[in-house]
């Protein structure tokens, strides 16, 4: 994770097209997690998906924070950055296999990625954001370093050395607290706001996936409409109570030697959460539009429920982060989304989908009756 403007000449103000065309690749790179959870849907999955994730959402929010500092204005900074789209683009064609061959491929896309951002962080003519890229960019080097040694090595070495990779990065905040990193709030939290709509699009395109190739009749009808009410929900809790211009405040607002490792913790850490738990509930809706009368195994089960849990604490600790709100509700509907475990198991897949949208619905009903 990296940061933003070191002044206010470079500072990005506005979102680009460059930078959405490169997000574009945080699509694929959903998907593909996702895909694995349809196939892998047990413990093991989950753990791959996680440890895959947190290393690429950290080098992923950190070009996030590059554009923050350094707008895309410049042809040479376009060039590295399309460059690093292509290394993304390789590391999620890996994804799928990156545990049982692929490891290799992966870990070299994701050293580029390193190699890349640091490089352009370091381009910068800013002493103190120069200073800071030089102090975090060992961290990132040597995650990379250890997820290609893992990805080389496989078994459970891969594990244990891709591990310390995501630790070797998610701890690093911590124990670097430079100055160097400023925060440009609107692009920043606008930048953050794209990239979790392009995730929760990802819930709709597995709506579209289940139904393939099956009859249009009223059955399917609901349930695919039941998956997009889920969809809306998730756009509710993130979106609805239109918070960016206090998040923006937030970060305006907060003392300079706090404002980064704030800006680490609501856009990085619980962002983070908020993410895989749209995965987790993609990945079953893939089954439960196409198959909604059936039980779910109770990983299933569990990764929707689950999934939607984890996406409400996740924006439960982004709104405290910044304090935009109460959030008693979100956190009962989180609990609630849990307890509709049950009924994918013992019911059917279209019987926890609609209590999960009843829940949350509620919830965030509630919450926006109560501030």
């Known amino acids: 994770m990296t940061g933003s403007a070191p002044s206010q000449v470079e500072a990005a103000e506005r979102v680009t097209s460059l930078e959405l065309f490169f997000d574009l690749v945080f699509v694929f790179t959903i998907t593909q997690l996702s895909e694995l959870l349809v196939h892998e849907a047990t413990w093991k999955g989950v753990f791959q998906a996680l440890l895959m994730l ?10 996030a924070w590059l554009t923050n500092a350094l707008p895309p204005d410049r042809a040479s900074r376009g060039v590295f950055l399309l460059a690093a789209m292509s290394a993304f683009l390789v590391l999620a064609l890996a994804i799928p296999r990156a545990f049982h061959g692929s490891g290799a491929s992966f870990g070299i896309a994701y050293l580029s990625i390193v190699l890349i951002h640091s490089g ?6 800013s002493q103190k954001l120069t200073h800071a890229i030089f102090q975090l960019a060992p961290a990132n080097l040597a995650s990379g370093l250890l997820v290609l040694a893992g990805g080389i090595a496989g078994g459970t070495t891969q594990y244990i050395l891709w591990t310390l ?10 124990f670097l607290r430079s100055g160097g990193f400023l925060i440009a709030p609107a692009h920043f939290v606008e930048r953050h706001g794209l990239v979790v709509i392009i995730a929760i699009g990802e819930s709709v395109v597995a709506v579209g996936i289940g139904a393939g190739g099956l009859p249009v009749d009223l ?33 305006s607002t907060a003392p300079a030697a706090e404002r980064q490792l704030l800006a680490v913790r609501a856009f ?62 979100r956190l009962i509907a989180a609990l609630l989304a849990l307890a509709t ?19 949350l619905a509620a919830g965030l009903y509630l919450s926006g009756r109560s501030g």
Do not use: K
């Open 54 to 63: 947190g290393v690429i959402w950290w080098m992923y929010d950190g070009y």
């Open 120 to 125: 352009l962080f370091a381009s910068s003519t």
């Open 165 to 174: 990779g995501f630790l070797a990065e998610w701890l690093t905040p911590f």
């Open 219 to 251: 059955s399917l009808i609901a349930t695919a409409v039941l998956g997009l009410m889920l969809s809306v929900c998730l756009w509710w809790a993130y979106f609805g109570s239109g918070d960016a211009d206090r998040a923006e405040e937030a970060l």
């Open 268 to 329: 990085g850490y619980w962002h983070l959460l908020i993410l895989f738990g749209v995965i987790a509930m993609a990945a079953v809706l893939r089954h439960a539009v196409g198959h909604p009368s059936d039980e779910l195994g109770s990983e299933q089960a569990f990764l929707l429920g689950g999934g939607a849990a984890l996406f409400l604490l996740g924006d439960v600790l982004y709104r405290r982060t910044l304090g935009l709100g109460r959030s008693a509700w």
């Open 341 to 359: 475990v049950p009924l994918g198991t013992g019911a059917s897949a279209a019987a926890q989908l609609g209590a999960l949208v009843a829940v």
